[in-house]
């Protein structure tokens, strides 16, 4: 069993950044894909970002493209999210999930853990 953890989440202007964390529970860590999704209100949960167990591979949405990245610390558990040029459109509640592979997966339904969920809030 994995636990996820976000943190990070907030209240910020149009063009500010912020930092995701998601710490996860285990010592099997490094051989867990990550990913980022947001479920925008009203609207379905959609991928943002995925990172590979070891970090060396990495996909991003179109919609998030060149303004976040997604990393990871195996020594430490945790998987970020650096979110820059922040857009009211990016304003949703994010989950961090985790499931046992060496790939990078973008589909939510390849994922077997998921967080609790941390809300962005990007004012205009």
């Known amino acids: 069993q994995v636990q996820l953890v976000e943190s990070g989440g907030g209240l910020v202007q149009a063009g500010g950044s912020l930092r995701l964390s998601c710490a996860a529970s285990g010592r099997t860590f490094s051989s867990f894909s990550m990913g980022w999704f947001r479920q925008p209100p009203g609207k379905e949960r959609e991928f943002v970002a995925a990172i590979s167990w070891s970090g060396g591979s990495t996909e991003n949405a179109n919609s998030v493209k060149g303004r976040f990245t997604i990393s990871r610390d195996n020594a430490k558990n945790t998987v970020y999210l650096q979110m820059n040029s922040l857009k009211p459109e990016d304003t949703a509640v994010y989950y961090c999930?985790?499931?046992?592979?060496?790939?990078?997966?973008?589909?939510?339904?390849?994922?077997?853990?998921w967080g609790q969920g941390t809300q962005v809030t990007v004012s205009s």
């Open positions: 999930a985790a499931t046992r592979s060496t790939t990078v997966l973008t589909s939510q339904s390849l994922y077997a853990y």
